[in-house]
């Protein structure tokens, strides 16, 4: 058939062909035919695209930045493209306009400058220098070329400068320091009683009425989020070691490879006193302070208080004022001549005059531990139980690796896995995403990948999850509730105990609401009206807004309510987090005072509040510049 054509394709036949197919490429171009046509757009800045490809370049360059900065606690569903994508447009976005400011502003960047943060990056970097076959490869593995890496450099710096010029022209006043302290110190004089709602529950009625009536406007409440059970089998070294077998020759082998683990090494507790000589110091010098030591210790010996000696006559500044203490002290830590004497004494003992580089001690052994001469028999106990360790550790990797193959090659089971590793299969209770799971399966990949397509939709085995270094475990889902409202006659309990609360809690609302209208009138205090009503009173000292004691609703209104404007107390009130009514009378309202706040502190609160404002005027002028935009958003395919 080729041969056909290919007589047949002489002449008027084969230029007729060639037009044919010419036409349509001129008019579209041979890209169309590739397939590879003008890549989808998202964005639209100041005229240039940005293409779909490079929003998604970007969110995984950092989603994979935040995977190794949380490490264990990344969670996936954080960073799903659907929550993420439209995030990383926005910085883009920014970023775009921030560039385009900075051309326009003609902030430039040398050459020099961007090749010495270039060398300075260091990635690019090798034995300490610039090395450029790392930086080739590297900016080569990114889709770059050198020019186009340079000039992200320099964009990078010209908008740096930019961002710092901002930044860097921030400030405050010492008015702005009084005002924040005034607010941030402020205290406030306030008291509140409790109306609790219980006392209003047997005064609600309940009907099948009103209680569909309730569920049906509220079916939100009733919701349950998706859940599962998980089967899971956990590998660790500890268990592995009590497989271990042990002969009395391995144990030994064992002990003496491993003596200085069961054979405590020597030390003591010891105090001195130093009367310091200098190196190279006269004669007479080293006279003097020898004949005060000498002086001293026969008042040791006499029978005074050491500590209070050497608080008295040490020239050791960092164990003087604790009387000489040096705490516990093994061999290879002091000096050859100071051990030599120190590890002679017994416990209680006073050495003579000992002669150091820094002059004359007086050394006292206060007490003496280790050292032990034990034999193998004498801590047989201990080394079963060590070699047993190691050797399960040395299994561990073994295991691990026949667990996640197993696993993996039937991945529709833990069985085969189980039956195979001696392990046995455990069930959790139902768990959902925001569950916090404890022991083996307290990595946040266990619920990862718990609730991915894999192990969740497909049903397969879990890959295998490292607890520690010496734990893991495979899982597999075995079984699955999805996200629903329960129905109403399957949750009439739930349903009236609900209604009951909110229709108590809103009766303790309106008592409350009473009482505030009678405080008003000035006739009782609020301590007056509690205790006519045997409602639960507070009055705590002055209240400043970290204040831990005061519930956080009652705080929180107390200081939203504005200070009283005369000795008429201010009165309100807020329900609880159990449905109760917290009634608040505030008193008086105190504010803090900078002259309070000692000098050397208010250097430190100018730059956090320099900082704070610098931050605020960054996102105003960058918010500024991208309305001055030329900004056109495209939808975002996932």
């Given at each position: ?623 500024s510049l991208r309305d001055q935009a030329d900004v056109e958003k495209k939808p975002i395919s996932?």
């Amino acid at each position: 058939m080729l041969q056909a054509i290919r007589e047949k394709a002489q002449g008027w036949i084969a230029w007729a062909i060639v037009i044919l197919i010419s036409i349509p490429f001129a008019l579209w171009g041979i890209q169309e035919y590739l397939g590879v046509g003008v890549e989808p757009e998202v964005a639209v800045i100041n005229g240039d695209p940005v293409t779909q490809r490079t929003l998604d370049q970007r969110t995984r360059e950092f989603r994979e930045n935040m995977r190794a900065t949380l490490g264990q606690n990344y969670i996936a569903d954080m960073f799903d493209d659907a929550i993420l994508k439209p995030q990383v447009l926005d910085a883009l976005i920014e970023e775009k306009v921030l560039v385009d400011t900075a051309a326009d502003w003609n902030l430039r960047m040398s050459d020099d400058q961007a090749r010495g943060v270039i060398a300075s990056i260091p990635a690019f970097q090798r034995d300490g220098h610039f090395d450029q076959q790392a930086y080739d490869a590297i900016v080569r593995n990114r889709g770059m070329t050198r020019a186009g890496f340079e000039q992200s450099i320099r964009q990078e710096l010209a908008v740096g400068q930019l961002r710092s010029g901002i930044r860097e022209s921030a400030f405050v006043t010492e008015w702005d320091m009084a005002t924040r302290v005034r607010l941030q110190d402020e205290t406030r004089t306030a008291s509140f009683a409790r109306i609790p709602a219980d006392a209003y529950r047997d005064q609600v009625v309940v009907t099948p009425e009103l209680l569909r009536e309730f569920y049906d406007a509220n079916l939100d409440m009733f919701r349950t989020p998706e859940r599962v059970k998980l089967s899971y089998l956990v590998l660790d070294a500890e268990t592995l070691g009590g497989f271990i077998e042990v002969s009395d020759e391995n144990l030994r082998r064992y002990f003496e490879d491993h003596r200085s683990e069961f054979v405590a090494r020597e030390e003591r507790a010891m105090r001195h006193i130093l009367f310091s000589v200098p190196a190279g110091a006269p004669d007479d010098e080293v006279a003097e302070a020898q004949a005060e030591a000498l002086s001293v210790l026969e008042r040791l010996r006499g029978g005074e208080d050491f500590t209070a000696l050497a608080k008295t006559f040490s020239d050791d500044p960092g164990s003087a004022d604790n009387g000489g203490d040096l705490g516990w002290v093994e061999r290879g830590v002091m000096v050859a001549p100071f051990e030599t004497a120190a590890f002679a004494l017994g416990k209680g003992e006073i050495s003579e005059l000992v002669r150091t580089d820094f002059g004359f001690h007086i050394i006292q052994v206060t007490d003496t531990r280790g050292g032990s001469d034990a034999g193998f028999e004498d801590v047989r106990e201990q080394v079963v139980a060590a070699y047993k360790k190691f050797e399960g550790e040395n299994l561990y990797f073994d295991y691990a690796e026949r667990l996640a193959e197993s696993a993996y090659e039937n991945s529709a089971s833990l069985a085969p896995a189980a039956e195979a590793l001696g392990l046995t299969i455990q069930t959790t209770d139902w768990i959902t995403r925001d569950s916090r799971l404890q022991g083996p399966l307290s990595s946040p990949k266990v619920l990862n990948l718990a609730f991915a397509d894999d192990v969740l939709v497909e049903g397969h085995n879990s890959e295998l999850i490292e607890s520690n270094a010496q734990q893991s475990v495979v899982l597999r889902v075995a079984e699955h509730e999805p996200a629903g409202v329960k129905p109403f006659d399957d949750n009439l309990a739930l349903i009236e105990e609900a209604y009951r609360n909110e229709k108590s809690s809103q009766a303790a609302a309106e008592t409350g609401a009473a009482a505030i209208a009678s405080l008003k009138s000035g006739d009782k205090t609020l301590s007056q009206v509690a205790a006519d009503n045997a409602w639960q009173f507070t009055q705590p000292e002055a209240i400043g807004r970290d204040n831990d004691v005061v519930p956080a609703e009652v705080l929180a209104t107390i200081f939203k309510v504005p200070p009283p404007e005369s000795e008429q107390a201010r009165y309100t009130g807020v329900v609880s987090g159990t449905g109760d009514y917290m009634l608040i009378e505030l008193a008086d309202v105190k504010g803090g005072s900078l002259e309070s706040l000692p000098v050397a502190e208010r250097p430190l609160l100018a730059e956090q509040m320099a900082g704070q404002v610098a931050a605020s005027q960054m996102r105003y002028v960058t918010q500024s510049l991208r309305d001055q935009a030329d900004v056109e958003k495209k939808p975002i395919s996932e």
